[in-house]
């Protein structure tokens, strides 16, 4: 099936510190998606976004982060500054439009330390 | 979160048996998804319903958008269905999905 990918798979960093997660969508998605899932715990919703616009985003997702797909480029999850509880599995996923289905990726795991 | 309840938490079946999955619903779904995630803890998609049923070798999914819950079935279950097995909601006019909380399954031999 489609494929999206996540780059890193892993980031280890100190808390404080910038982190920028990539997601490369489904070639021709449009809708592109941020979850969260703690460790042993149910995947939540951060963000969706398109057209170069964040549409709808949970109070998960702080004022520290912020996304973005310039150019078509990578669609990126930045979190700055880092704390510990931004510990987790991040996935992003892709649709085509609205309300289809959505592919997800491997997901980054990131630990805060 | 709230708006998906999903049983059962786990699950033990042996080679060969079958049982169902169940989400229910406490809001509006437009559609549902029904996703395993493996030992990696990649997703891998199994059914995308916006209504009726679904069927995919031994896997059957279902949708009743009236009643508000979604069922996967799972047939003469194998080594490999082992995972934990997540329903997703859609809730109308969000463009966003509303996970349950997961079934872990262990198939064994």
């Known amino acids: 099936g489609p494929k999206v990918l996540q780059i890193p798979s892993h980031q280890i960093i100190d808390m404080g510190q910038m982190v920028t997660l990539n997601c490369d969508p489904v070639s021709n998605h449009l809708y592109f998606y941020w979850y969260k899932q703690i460790l042993g715990q149910q995947m939540e919703f951060l963000v969706n976004?398109?057209?170069?616009?964040?549409?709808?985003k949970s109070k998960l997702f702080k004022d520290q982060f912020s996304v973005e797909r310039p150019d078509g480029s990578y669609f990126t999850l930045k979190i700055q500054p880092t704390a510990l509880e931004d510990s987790a599995v991040y996935f992003c996923a892709s649709s085509p439009g609205p309300g289809d289905t959505q592919y997800f990726g491997p997901g980054t795991r990131l630990l805060v330390l | 979160g709230d708006q998906v309840e999903q049983s059962p938490s786990a699950l033990s079946l042996h080679e060969g048996t079958s049982s169902a999955l169940r989400c229910n619903f406490t809001t509006t779904t437009r559609s549902v998804q029904w996703f395993r995630q493996n030992s990696r803890g990649s997703l891998i998609n199994l059914f995308y319903l916006a209504s009726g049923t679904k069927e995919n070798g031994r896997l059957k999914s279902a949708f009743d958008s009236k009643e508000l819950y979604s069922t996967l079935h799972i047939r003469d279950a194998q080594l490999e269905d082992s995972g934990t097995y997540f329903c997703a909601a859609e809730v109308p006019n969000y463009n966003v999905l509303y996970f349950g909380s997961g079934t872990k399954l262990t198939v064994e031999p």
């Open positions: 976004f398109y057209n170069g616009k964040v549409m709808e």
